[in-house]
């Protein structure tokens, strides 16, 4: 097989996300509460994905559907500056770009998101070229694109027919119905990447040892648990085990931490890491996302991510975490 033109294709969902901090409890019908913080910048997990890795080293291109409308520059010029090709891109006369209205605490945050044409973006709007330039293919988000996501598995297959690896990170579904079916995902792709929440909801189980029990004795790809201060947990080829994360005594906020774990996650993977490697990895990227707001301010590269790991964070625990 020829040389891929780029590391990484990312499908998914764009939006601006109106971050509110300093907000002392979320609304309650009938009632206004005031924030000391606001932020509108460019959101989704997807996006946060690509900027964070993109400034990793990692070389990839961007394939979703937004407004032909004001967010658009933003959008586009935002990825461009993160080293993101933005080709890919289609914009919507009929449909506008998506905005997601976080209400952030120090440890949780309440969304409401308009999804607009990240709705409808669907395999249609994915041009066949897309899945002959990249090694790796990434899609988050899949319950905020029902287009996406009935088409999942098909895009699936047009990645692995042209030699791609996989990765999909579910996200929330909004609507709690969860109907993905897990095991069949498995068999298709090479990680699976929800956080703990999600994971249970996925597998109706209680516990997440509960959860990874119910696919022990399912073959094909990896699954990794993002469980925040609990680390993550990881099942491959039927053992698991849970790594510890790193502790950030004073964190800004939690937006993107998933996302940067995805990040630091996949250029690991994309180095020809270990599975262990790849996780510890991922937890490192996943504290320091929450070193400042937003999800793609305190990524800016490699070298200050291991900054901060040997300035703020103990490795001690992992052996050549940061090399």
């Known amino acids: 097989m020829d040389k891929k033109e780029s590391d990484v294709l990312v499908i998914g969902e764009l939006n601006m996300d109106l971050i509110f901090s300093g907000v002392e409890s979320f609304p309650e019908l009938g009632k206004e509460k005031i924030a000391r913080g606001m932020n509108l910048t460019l959101g989704s997990s997807s996006a946060i994905f690509a900027a964070n890795i993109a400034r990793l080293g990692v070389n990839l291109e961007f394939c979703g559907m937004i407004g032909n409308d004001?967010?658009?520059?933003?959008?586009v010029e935002t990825l461009q500056e993160y080293g993101v090709d933005?080709?890919?891109i289609k914009f919507s006369d009929q449909f506008k770009t998506g905005l997601t209205?976080?209400?952030?605490?120090?440890?949780?945050?309440?969304?409401?998101?308009?999804?607009?044409?990240?709705e409808k973006f669907s395999l249609a709007d994915i041009p066949d070229h897309a899945f002959q330039q990249a090694r790796h293919m990434h899609v988050s988000s899949l319950f905020l694109q029902?287009?996406?996501?009935?088409?999942?598995?098909?895009i699936i297959d047009k990645a692995k027919s042209n030699g791609m690896s996989v990765s999909i990170d579910p996200q929330w579904d909004p609507d709690e119905k969860w109907d993905l079916d897990v095991m069949k995902l498995l068999q298709n792709i090479d990680f699976f990447l929800p956080n703990e929440a999600?994971?249970?909801?996925?597998t109706a189980s209680e516990t997440v040892e509960g959860g990874v029990q119910k696919l022990k004795n399912t073959s094909g790809g990896a699954v990794i648990i993002k469980r925040g201060i609990n680390g993550a947990t990881f099942l491959?080829?039927?053992d698991?085990?849970?790594?510890?994360?790193?502790?950030?005594?004073?964190?800004?906020?939690?937006?993107?931490?998933?996302?940067?774990?995805?990040a630091g996650f996949i250029y690991r993977f994309l180095r020809g890491d270990a599975l262990r490697e790849c996780v510890q990895f991922?937890?490192?990227?996943?504290a320091v996302s929450t070193t400042q707001a937003g999800g793609t301010t305190a990524i800016t590269s490699l070298e200050e991510v291991l900054s901060i790991a040997k300035n703020t964070f103990s490795t001690n625990q992992f052996n050549d975490i940061t090399r």
């Open 70 to 75: 004001e967010f658009k520059g933003e959008i």
């Open 282 to 286: 991922a937890n490192l990227t996943g």
């Open 146 to 154: 029902p287009a996406l996501k009935n088409d999942l598995f098909a």
């Open 86 to 88: 933005t080709s890919l």
């Open 240 to 262: 698991s085990d849970t790594i510890p994360t790193f502790i950030n005594e004073h964190p800004v906020d939690a937006v993107g931490a998933g996302d940067s774990f995805d």
């Open 236 to 238: 491959s080829d039927g």
């Open 101 to 118: 209205v976080i209400i952030q605490q120090p440890e949780d945050r309440a969304m409401i998101t308009y999804p607009g044409a990240m």
């Open 198 to 202: 999600e994971f249970l909801h996925l």
